[in-house]
């Protein structure tokens, strides 16, 4: 298994955020924790300046945490390399959850 | 052919859409159910309807209001004492069921009247009872009445009262999964923002979608005290009419129960920009994870890490005695929709078990693309299962153990196969750290109880023993 897939089994079966009601709220999410998820495993500090942002950190966190525990490969990535793995990893959750999703719902106007 | 048409659905070939094995390699673009979907005419359906989604799951379960259910009595009495869900307010919410008890005559010359006779009765026996929430029924809708004039009426009269009314008759839609989202949305529209919560805590939350089942709430509630967090409305599980009318303060909404709550949550976050947080709150991982998240938003991981160290001390030795005992055990989960994905890996990590069937009575496809990702190669995922389909399904994966309610629940206990309920629990609560041990706790005792194999002797040769 490629280490994308890995790493978008690992999402896939441990995260609520990707699946949450409605296409904009899945996108909002994955373009939320996934790169502060990048941020935090690369030794940065993402910005929790609105509430939005304190919550896509909190997902973000222990997503990073949980994927240092799971995914040892990841320990040996230089920093280009994990971007690359996480931008494949982006594409291939939106294509799942969003663009591809067989989820009828999905795009319905209102909750 | 991932989709399953079962052999007992040959004269219902729809049925195919609905029921599908998992195998290796396979994501959710390619095979996802239909659900959310009209029951298809001729299959045994345990689906409940829509008004039972409004009443028996959220609005029954606040302490201090009069749950007044305007149609034939027997749709008050069969949402009244089925569920168990207790409260702090000496179970106010489960001793009584109110009902205008409407007969043929007011089918035929209408029943507002009768309504408003029925509110001002309730109020009246019950002085210290000040909210009511009205839920129309099939037979008040169909005739038109109009229970919100009415309670506008009542409440011009008497305007130490308030009355929220629910127009969700049971068949609104294909499953109660209807009257989830008509509450939530009528809430959020009519009654959130009207009362103004003190705040004593600079950690507030909503927890919503969770309805204290056995006690879920209590156990939460120890939680979020040792944290300091101020939980404004529990959505709605031991909480007050009141306390749900203030969910807009919150700083952060906790979503448990994304299918029957989801709904409040977006529109939270739409209307006053709270963030919605969805969590696990079953199972010794989840509920570590849930906490961690909740810590990292407040930035209280001191807290939340010795709050965990606390309960995996006091509980971990327990769950890993039953995790020995149960290492390999297959269970089926049958149940509303969103306790397949809560469930399914939180019983493989914690317990060691094998999750082999999973069907979803109001379950929506998120509902499955959630439990698809969690679950397993092999297993079978049904939407709206039906009873012949579970006789099947058993000769397919033959479980140990079932989660389910209790009408299919006697079904397979005539298999001498154990169900534990699913719904209600046996002996919860089940949440959090001490819950799933509760849950393993069931689960062993119904698999190990000696009554299976007496149940199949056949005593009608022979001596009796």
Redesign the interface.
Known sequence: MSQTDDMVTFI???C??Q????AW?RESNINGILPMAFQILTGETPKQET??E??Y???A??LA??MKDDLPWLEGLRKEELADVIDRVKDKIE???VK??????LNQPG? | MPMKLLECDTLIPERERHIYIKEAGE???Q??PVS?SATIPGTLSERGCAFCGAKLVIGGVLKDTIQMIHGPVGCAYDTWHTKRYPSDADNFQLKYVWSTNVKEKNVVFGAEKLLKKSIFEAFDAMPNIKRMIIYTTCSTALIGDDPKAVARAVMDERPEVDIFVVECPGFAGVSQSKGHHVLN?AWIHEKVGQVEPEITSPYTINFIGDYNIQGDSFILHQYWEKLGIQVLSHFTGNATYDECRGMHRA??NVVNC?RSA??IA??LH?AY????????SWGFSYMS?GL???G??FGIQDKVEALIAEEEAKWKPQIDWYKERLKGKKMAIWTGGPRLWHWT?AVEDDMGMEVVAMSSKFG???DF??VI??GNEGAIYIDDGNELEFFEVLTMVHPDVIFTGPRVGELVKKLHIPYVNGHAYHNGPYMGYEGFVNMARDIYNAINSPLWALAGQNIQEGELL
């Open positions: 896939q079966e441990h609520l955020w699946f949450h009601s409605r709220d509430p939005d304190r919550c950190f909190a997902n966190n222990r945490a949980e294509d799942i959850a591809h999703s067989l989820n009828g719902e909750y | 994501d959710t673009t095979f996802l959310d949305m700083q952060l994304a989801g709904y977006n529109e739409k920009g709270i963030p919605r947080l969805d969590i696990d994870t961690r998240k909740i990292d938003f890996k929506h496809q998120e693309e959630k990702a969690r």
